[in-house]
Nanobody, 119 residues
Framework: QVQLVESGGGLVQPGGSLRLSCEAS????????MSWRRQAPGKGLEWGSG???????NYEETVKGRFAISRDNAKNTVYLQMNSLKPEDSAVYYC?????????????WGQGTQVTVSS
């Protein structure tokens, strides 16, 4: 079955950086799009970024230019490099396997990793 395991979250100061990782198994990773979304306390799920199997990417406006999604097909892993972090980026971050052909609705997702941006 599909398994997605996120890691790399933590506490970081405003303006800092973090890199999240998501190791995937149970499906053909190299031919699958992958996405990240997040949920802040008291708020709904917010899609943030996605990457297609050909490496093309798409970002939500609030993270464009600060976050970068990438993938390593040899390691079945998708990454989210987060730079210039803001307190409003604090959330639980989930990687997910989108329902094709889009990036926004997830067929499966991981347990999440907490990111806290605070001084």
């Amino acid at each position: 079955q599909v398994q997605l395991v996120e890691s790399g979250g933590g506490l970081v100061q405003p303006g800092g950086s973090l890199r999240l990782s998501c190791e995937a198994s149970g499906f053909t990773f190299s031919t699958s799009a992958m996405s990240w979304r997040r949920q802040a306390p008291g708020k709904g799920l917010e899609w943030g970024s996605g990457i297609y199997s050909d490496g093309s990417t798409n970002y939500e406006e609030t993270v464009k230019g600060r976050f970068a999604i990438s993938r390593d097909n040899a390691k079945n892993t998708v990454y989210l490099q987060m730079n210039s972090l803001k307190p409003e980026d604090s959330a639980v971050y989930y990687c997910g396997l989108p329902i094709p052909p889009g990036l926004f609705d997830f067929a499966s997702w991981g347990q999440g990793t907490q990111v806290t941006v605070s001084s």
